[in-house]
């Protein structure tokens, strides 16, 4: 019974992650003709991981947009970007990870390719956990606001040295599509087509290891985890201690243990295997929190 659960919620939230995916990156014109959609709705940041450069792309990077804030303050674009987000945050915390994040759902179906998994040390696990926070400090917010061109700009480092989510839906398209641009390739598409393969590679044996280890945005959410309004609550009158929650969690979390965990992407498996129902989704408001303290 639970199994069958189980795979019902799966199909369900892998069917919302891939039409999230379809509908956000709708413009079937960028790719037809090359081009990349500047319209309207490329000012606002869709919640997820997403490529400004994609052909298909209809709203802008969130990361990319965070850089931006440090590329030039004059943008009054710019100045929204983390409010927005900290709003998201503080709303669903990581949910957004679980149900809206296409390159997710990608390395997801990697990983259900019949291969033998790697289960990474607990120890260097813990420590590897810490290295997207890392990213988000130094590539997303500090390189960009001290180091500055010549002309007065800084540079978007996460998206132009790292994001493999940038090499896979605007840099490959944009290559295969523009001859000009394939006549252009140098060493740093080469790097970043390594970094996108290794992750590829990764997410065959290892679930989900950039979300786990490398993406800033994750990171960002992961800040409002414990605070968001949305959280994972365990009836411990309920609860009969069997484990299967922990075992079913693929992100290493003990639902019963940290049930709002920094690391839990709120995908909602765990609730599904529970055999007494003891975990749950709530909605809590402000007022709730604001008296509780």
Same mark, same amino acid.
């Given at each position: 019974?639970?199994?069958?659960?189980?795979?019902?919620?799966?199909?369900?939230?892998?069917?919302?992650?891939?039409?999230?995916?379809?509908?956000?990156?709708?413009?079937?014109?960028?790719?037809?003709?090359?081009?990349?959609?500047?319209?309207?709705?490329?000012?606002?940041?869709?919640?997820?991981?997403?490529?400004?450069?994609?052909?298909?792309?209809?709203?802008?990077?969130p990361?990319?947009?965070?850089?931006?804030?440090?590329?030039?303050?004059?943008?009054?674009?710019?100045?929204?970007?983390?409010?927005?987000?900290?709003?998201?945050?503080?709303?669903?915390?990581?949910?957004?990870c679980?149900?809206?994040?296409?390159?997710?759902?990608?390395?997801?179906?990697?990983?259900?390719?019949?291969?033998?998994?790697?289960?990474?040390?607990?120890?260097?696990?813990?420590?590897?956990?810490?290295? $997207? &926070?890392?990213?988000? @400090?130094?590539?997303?917010? #500090? =390189?960009?606001?001290?180091?500055?061109?010549?002309?007065? %700009?800084? +540079?978007?480092?996460?998206?132009k040295?790292?994001?493999?989510?940038?090499?896979?839906?605007?840099?490959?398209?944009?290559?295969?599509?523009?001859?000009?641009?394939?006549?252009?390739?140098?060493?740093?598409?080469?790097?970043?087509?390594?970094?996108?393969?290794?992750?590829?590679?990764?997410?065959?044996?290892?679930?989900?290891?950039?979300? $786990? &280890?490398i993406?800033p @945005?994750?990171?960002?959410? #992961? =800040?409002?985890?414990?605070?968001?309004?949305?959280?994972? %609550?365990? +009836?411990?009158?309920?609860?009969?201690n069997?484990?299967?929650?922990?075992?079913?969690?693929?992100?290493?979390?003990?639902?019963v243990?940290?049930?709002?965990?920094?690391?839990?992407?709120?995908?909602?498996?765990?609730?599904?295997?529970?055999?007494?129902?003891?975990?749950?989704?709530?909605?809590?408001?402000?007022?709730?929190?604001?008296?509780?303290?």
């Amino acid at each position: 019974m639970g199994n069958n659960r189980l795979k019902k919620h799966g199909l369900i939230r892998k069917g919302v992650q891939a039409a999230w995916g379809i509908i956000s990156n709708g413009y079937l014109k960028g790719f037809l003709t090359a081009s990349i959609y500047k319209g309207p709705l490329k000012n606002f940041c869709v919640p997820g991981m997403n490529c400004y450069s994609c052909p298909g792309a209809l709203g802008a990077c969130p990361i990319g947009a965070m850089q931006s804030i440090f590329d030039a303050r004059r943008r009054k674009f710019a100045f929204y970007v983390v409010g927005y987000l900290a709003a998201i945050g503080l709303l669903v915390g990581r949910f957004i990870c679980g149900w809206l994040c296409l390159f997710g759902l990608i390395e997801e179906l990697l990983y259900k390719i019949p291969v033998p998994k790697l289960t990474v040390p607990k120890k260097l696990d813990k420590i590897m956990r810490y290295f $997207k &926070y890392a990213i988000l @400090l130094v590539m997303v917010f #500090a =390189l960009p606001f001290f180091y500055r061109s010549k002309v007065g %700009s800084g +540079d978007p480092f996460f998206c132009k040295y790292i994001c493999p989510v940038g090499t896979l839906e605007g840099g490959i398209p944009l290559v295969l599509l523009r001859s000009s641009m394939r006549s252009a390739v140098g060493a740093l598409f080469r790097w970043k087509f390594a970094i996108l393969i290794l992750c590829v590679l990764a997410s065959m044996f290892i679930y989900r290891p950039f979300c $786990k &280890y490398i993406c800033p @945005l994750g990171a960002f959410y #992961a =800040l409002f985890q414990k605070v968001s309004l949305l959280k994972l %609550s365990c +009836d411990k009158d309920a609860c009969v201690n069997c484990g299967a929650c922990a075992k079913t969690c693929k992100m290493n979390v003990d639902p019963v243990q940290k049930p709002n965990s920094a690391e839990c992407i709120r995908c909602g498996e765990c609730t599904k295997v529970c055999p007494k129902n003891a975990l749950s989704f709530q909605r809590k408001t402000l007022n709730h929190n604001l008296s509780s303290k």
